[in-house]
């Protein structure tokens, strides 16, 4: 195990609820859910026609005025990955570049920057504009389009969509120039980066790291995708708030919601050399994939009680000293209970007391985002010793035995476990702790 | 903490210039290019209309059962086939002390290509005026696209499908760090073995952008060479006259394995991975860096990683793009990390022969590594003819060069700033 302690001591949250753990955790407390229907674009259509989407989002309020012409070219996941950064570096009381250029300690050198990202899908509106300046008899010519309707594209195109861009956005704006990395591995994306920026401030490469993910599927294409993989809720249209229900028993699918976290870690050293608030401490990882996994007609939560295993085996803790358990809580019946099955091996007995908690129902499915967000609620619970409710929780499915409830519960906590899995069958774990000097 | 050493016992490829290892280094010595008129859709109008493409492979060649792979994409299948010849060459496989939960997959592998025809269709049959009506969209899409052409887009599908190949259950990460990513990966990669999560890593990258799409992002950029009536010689890192990057495609995949373990299974062991170093520029979307001093972090964090001085260093595998800015930031950058000995150290790219093949590159690049520290051969940088005042090393032109050969140093550089460098060394 690394011997530099590791810990967090920033959350930049972007969700259906708003910018900042303030509205999230208020929609969580409340049990209210953040699903409505969407406005983005005309859903009717899809068999989904709901999502957790942002409101009147844009990331140009969260940059320095002087980068405010590059918001242009960044596609909806840049710009939440943008928002949450600077959310975070402020929550963290870290002045960067970007938040407090005057008062910068930390050399850009050792701020790290690590981020998961999905596929980002192309404004179809944009390259629809140009692929229509360049038809014949009524069909895309490839010969026009290269003579040309590409010139009809921004010579930027490109860069909106590269997924390594969510990084360089941050890295450029909070001058951030230690490692870099960009995680594409689907939901399993927010834990990966950050155990890998663990990995870093431990090994001694950075002081600080930035990590976290971000992305948007609230678009055609990801509403496609995720309807032909059978995943969304389609039976919940007419009622939006309650359709994303993991664990519950009429739980029917999962529903799109956009978003994400970046998460400031920090050396202990460090964030105590600056007298920083500390979240809670990172004690354990782990990483598994099935290797079934390629065949995505088949659900799969991607080996994830592998993930837990070796994430509490590297905490050194037995499973009953957990107080707190993240589920990832899809919604989609079958990953539930296979999600539930393998928390059930790798917690044993202590799966029934250990309390749990999904925060699907309130802000939906949101891919590489989701990860962060569920780190940033563990961290949350262990530093005010409270565990949220889990919305649209109202009956158990006899097949998901985890402790979870609709009830906000006070207790107390010394270690936290999230964990979650991707299509395509990767998973990755960590253990929280309780921070104590 | 003291970590543990890491060592390469496999090697795969599947590239412009072969479908091995053993071929691929052969045309590389005989300064053979990789670069054709792009067959693979109608380029004839695109302002570059030639790249260089893996020509006529035959997943059958290296996978014993390709029906498992039935609905990969063409980057996935490069990657497939260069991960067997890998894993064939470890001989893995035939050692009874392997748990599949400590080996893992770390990649740097691209997106798929999109379903092209049936995508851009789309957006013409649900055009309406100046928007597009997505209730028709949807309609039209659910009866168009396909489950697997859509999800094999996702770049983790590659993770996928080779941890369904060899049955792995490990830690399993792809990352996209554009150019760089596959150097990243392998460098990662090895931390994860170094600090013990791990004893084997299946490690490289794959990628495609050699479609309407890429080639289109890329033009819009203007990164691309546009000569197109001098093609096989449009690729000319550090040449005076270089007018931008050859787009390539293919995979290289490495095994790397714990020192002691492959020691102690008789296993070949091809070289060592020393040292990693990673930084950001942070500078600007377009452009690198200008001082290079992103890139030279790169480059002193792994020489400080591997605990050497830049005079151990015998050959750097430039990153070498054949772009004005990134040969003129890189020869700058080599010089601030090697001060004098920037002009004693050969350094060559061969993306001269290969072109680029993005987040496949690194890997493709360190494989040249090893087999120069085997066969005691710099690879060169052919199309050199011109000398650019402001790349002023020896770039190994236009002709391989016996040396000596024992310590050498990769490196790249990703579009947006992420610099990666790696080194390895011969095993004594």
Same mark, same amino acid.
């Given at each position: 195990m690394p011997e530099r302690r590791v810990v967090i001591t920033g959350l930049g949250l972007v969700t259906a609820a708003g910018a900042g753990i303030e509205p999230f955790r208020q929609a969580l407390g409340e049990g209210r859910s953040c699903v409505k229907r969407i406005s983005l674009f005309n859903p009717d259509g899809f068999t989904s026609t709901v999502g957790g989407e942002l409101d009147d989002f844009s990331a140009r309020s969260f940059v320095p005025k002087d980068y405010r012409k590059a918001v242009k070219v960044m596609a909806r996941d840049i710009e939440i990955a943008v928002a949450a950064a600077d959310l975070a570096f402020r929550d963290a009381r870290l002045p960067t570049r970007g938040t407090d250029p005057d008062n910068v300690k930390l050399p850009s050198a050792r701020l790290g920057c690590n981020i998961g990202a999905g596929l980002i899908c192309s404004d179809l509106n944009e390259l629809g504009q140009a692929v229509n300046s360049a038809l014949s008899d009524g069909h895309f010519d490839m010969i026009a389009w290269g003579q040309a309707g590409m010139q009809n594209l921004t010579p930027l195109w490109l860069l909106k969509y590269l997924p390594n861009m969510l990084a360089c956005h941050v890295t450029i704006i909070h001058g951030a120039q230690g490692p870099s990395n960009t995680i594409i591995c689907g939901d399993a994306s927010g834990h990966l980066s950050i155990a890998e920026a663990w990995r870093q401030i431990a090994r001694g490469d950075a002081d600080a790291v930035i990590a976290g993910g971000a992305e948007s599927k609230l678009n055609p294409m990801g509403l496609l995708r995720q309807s032909k993989l059978n995943r969304l809720c389609a039976s919940r249209n007419d009622k939006p708030a309650s359709a994303c229900r993991p664990f519950d028993a009429a739980h029917d699918g999962t529903v799109i919601g956009e978003g994400g976290g970046l998460l400031v870690l920090e050396g202990l050293d460090h964030a105590l050399g600056r007298g920083a608030r500390i979240y809670a401490e990172i004690v354990g990882f782990g990483a598994a994939c099935d290797p079934l996994g390629a065949d995505v007609t088949r659900p799969t939560v991607g080996g994830l009680d592998l993930a837990v295993k070796k994430a509490i085996a590297q905490a050194g803790i037995a499973p009953d000293r957990l107080g707190l358990l993240v589920a990832h809580g899809t919604g989609v019946k079958a990953e539930d209970d296979l999600e539930s099955r393998a928390w059930q091996t790798a917690l044993g007995e202590s799966l029934r007391r250990v309390p749990a908690v999904a925060i699907t129902g309130a802000i939906g499915s949101l891919f590489a985002g989701a990860g962060a967000i569920e780190l940033a609620t563990a961290a949350m619970a262990l530093h005010e010793q409270t565990i949220a409710p889990t919305v649209n929780f109202e009956r158990p499915s006899p097949d998901c035995p985890l402790n979870l409830s609709s009830e906000i519960r006070s207790q107390s906590l010394d270690y936290a476990v999230s964990g979650a899995f991707s299509i395509g069958g990767q998973s990755a774990a960590c253990v929280l702790k309780r921070y104590e000097p | 903490m003291n970590p543990r050493r890491v060592v390469i016992t496999g090697m795969g490829t599947v590239n412009p210039?072969?479908?091995?290892?053993?071929?691929?280094?052969?045309?590389?010595?005989?300064?053979?290019?990789?670069?054709?008129?792009?067959?693979?859709?109608?380029?004839?109008?695109?302002?570059?209309?030639? /790249?260089?493409?893996?020509?006529?492979?035959?997943?059958? !060649?290296?996978?014993?059962?390709?029906?498992?792979?039935?609905?990969? *994409?063409?980057?996935? %299948?490069?990657?497939?086939?260069?991960?067997?010849?890998?894993?064939?060459?470890?001989?893995?496989?035939?050692?009874?002390?392997?748990?599949?939960?400590?080996?893992?997959?770390?990649? =740097?592998? +691209?997106?798929?290509?999109?379903?092209?025809? !049936?995508?851009?269709?789309?957006?013409?049959?649900?055009?309406?005026? !100046?928007?597009?009506? #997505?209730?028709?969209?949807?309609?039209?899409?659910?009866? @168009?696209?396909?489950?697997? %052409?859509?999800?094999?887009?996702?770049?983790?599908?590659?993770?996928?499908?080779?941890?369904?190949?060899?049955?792995?259950?490990?830690?399993?990460? !792809?990352?996209?760090?554009?150019?760089?990513?596959?150097?990243?990966?392998?460098?990662?990669?090895?931390?994860?073995? @170094?600090?013990?999560?791990?004893?084997?890593?299946?490690?490289? *990258?794959?990628?495609?952008?050699?479609?309407?799409? =890429?080639?289109? *992002?890329?033009?819009?950029?203007?990164?691309?060479?546009?000569?197109?009536?001098?093609?096989?010689?449009?690729?000319?890192?550090?040449?005076?006259?270089?007018? =931008?990057?050859?787009?390539?495609?293919?995979? /290289?995949?490495?095994?790397?394995?714990?020192?002691?373990?492959?020691?102690?299974?008789?296993?070949?062991?091809?070289?060592?991975?020393?040292?990693?170093?990673?930084?950001?520029?942070?500078?600007?979307?377009?452009?690198?860096?200008?001082?290079?001093?992103?890139?030279?972090? /790169?480059? @002193?964090?792994?020489?400080?990683?591997? @605990?050497?001085?830049?005079?151990?260093?015998?050959?750097?595998?430039?990153? +070498? #793009?054949?772009?004005?800015?990134?040969?003129?930031?890189? #020869?700058?950058?080599?010089?601030?990390?090697? +001060?004098?000995?920037?002009?004693?150290?050969?350094?060559?790219?061969?993306?001269?022969?290969? *072109?680029?093949?993005?987040?496949?590159?690194?890997? #493709?690049?360190?494989?040249?590594?090893?087999l120069a520290i085997r066969d005691q051969l710099l690879p060169p940088t052919i199309n050199l003819h011109t000398a650019d005042p402001d790349c002023d090393l020896d770039y190994v032109p236009n002709a391989p060069r016996k040396a000596n050969v024992r310590v050498c140093m990769s490196n790249s550089f990703g579009f947006g700033g992420q610099n990666n460098t790696l080194i390895i060394k011969e095993v004594l």
């Open positions: - | 210039l072969g479908h091995d290892v053993e071929s691929t280094w052969r045309a590389l010595m005989e300064c053979r290019s990789g670069v054709s008129r792009t067959q693979l859709f109608d380029a004839r109008t695109f302002p570059s209309t030639f /790249s260089a493409q893996v020509r006529d492979y035959d997943l059958k !060649n290296d996978v014993h059962n390709p029906s498992r792979h039935s609905h990969a *994409g063409r980057h996935c %299948r490069f990657a497939v086939g260069s991960a067997v010849q890998a894993w064939n060459q470890s001989q893995l496989a035939k050692w009874d002390g392997l748990d599949s939960s400590r080996v893992g997959i770390y990649l =740097g592998s +691209g997106e798929g290509s999109l379903d092209f025809d !049936n995508f851009i269709s789309l957006l013409v049959d649900a055009w309406d005026q !100046n928007k597009l009506d #997505t209730v028709r969209w949807a309609k039209l899409a659910y009866e @168009r696209l396909t489950l697997h %052409r859509e999800v094999e887009q996702e770049a983790n599908m590659v993770v996928a499908h080779l941890a369904s190949e060899f049955g792995v259950r490990g830690p399993a990460v !792809n990352i996209l760090t554009a150019c760089a990513a596959s150097t990243q990966a392998i460098g990662e990669a090895a931390w994860q073995v @170094r600090c013990g999560d791990v004893d084997v890593m299946i490690t490289g *990258g794959a990628h495609s952008m050699i479609h309407p799409m =890429g080639i289109t *992002g890329f033009n819009r950029l203007t990164a691309l060479s546009t000569r197109n009536n001098q093609l096989e010689s449009a690729s000319r890192p550090f040449d005076l006259t270089r007018d =931008g990057f050859v787009l390539g495609e293919g995979a /290289s995949i490495i095994i790397i394995e714990e020192y002691a373990q492959a020691k102690a299974r008789g296993a070949k062991m091809l070289a060592e991975i020393v040292g990693f170093g990673s930084s950001a520029d942070a500078f600007r979307i377009t452009d690198q860096d200008p001082d290079g001093s992103g890139a030279a972090a /790169s480059m @002193r964090s792994a020489l400080a990683d591997a @605990r050497m001085s830049p005079a151990d260093i015998d050959y750097i595998s430039a990153h +070498g #793009t054949g772009t004005k800015q990134n040969d003129q930031v890189e #020869t700058r950058a080599v010089k601030a990390v090697f +001060g004098d000995l920037a002009y004693k150290v050969p350094i060559s790219s061969v993306k001269s022969m290969l *072109g680029h093949l993005i987040a496949a590159a690194g890997a #493709t690049e360190l494989i040249t590594c090893v």
